[in-house]
């Protein structure tokens, strides 16, 4: 069973950081691309950065494009997201998933975690 379990969001002021952390289990998705998206309240899921396989090409939503870094462990089966300079507008509950291409349609991503929800106050 395909599990995605995410960590490390939390309550942090504007021009804070945190980083959140995504480990998978059931399989080994060396070959898949691994992402990231957000949804605030009442708003859609949005794509926030993804990583692709072998290469490790990253792309970014122009909105955290030089303050986010996602990075991938594939020895670990994880995926993380390094978040910097943090801006109220960056609340959301942020979810790890992967897809078996690079994509950052959230409907082309096969499996998603529970998501783990990040605060910024001003």
């Known amino acids: 069973q395909v599990q995605l379990v995410e960590s490390g969001g939390g309550l942090v002021q504007a021009g804070g950081s945190l980083r959140l952390s995504c480990v998978a289990s059931?399989?080994?998705?060396?070959?898949?691309?691994m992402g990231w998206f957000r949804q605030a309240p009442g708003k859609e899921r949005e794509f926030v950065a993804a990583?692709?396989?072998?290469?490790?090409?990253?792309y970014y939503a122009d909105s955290v494009k030089g303050r986010f870094t996602i990075s991938r462990d594939n020895a670990k089966n994880t995926v993380s997201l390094q978040m910097n300079s943090l801006k109220p507008e960056d609340t959301a509950v942020y979810y790890c998933?992967?897809?078996?291409?690079?994509?950052?349609?959230?409907?082309?991503?096969?499996?998603w975690g529970q998501g783990t929800q990040v605060t910024v106050s001003s």
């Open positions: 990583i692709a396989p072998y290469s490790g090409s990253t």
């Open positions: 059931g399989r080994t998705f060396v070959s898949y691309c």
């Open positions: 998933a992967v897809a078996r291409r690079s994509t950052q349609r959230a409907d082309q991503y096969d499996y």
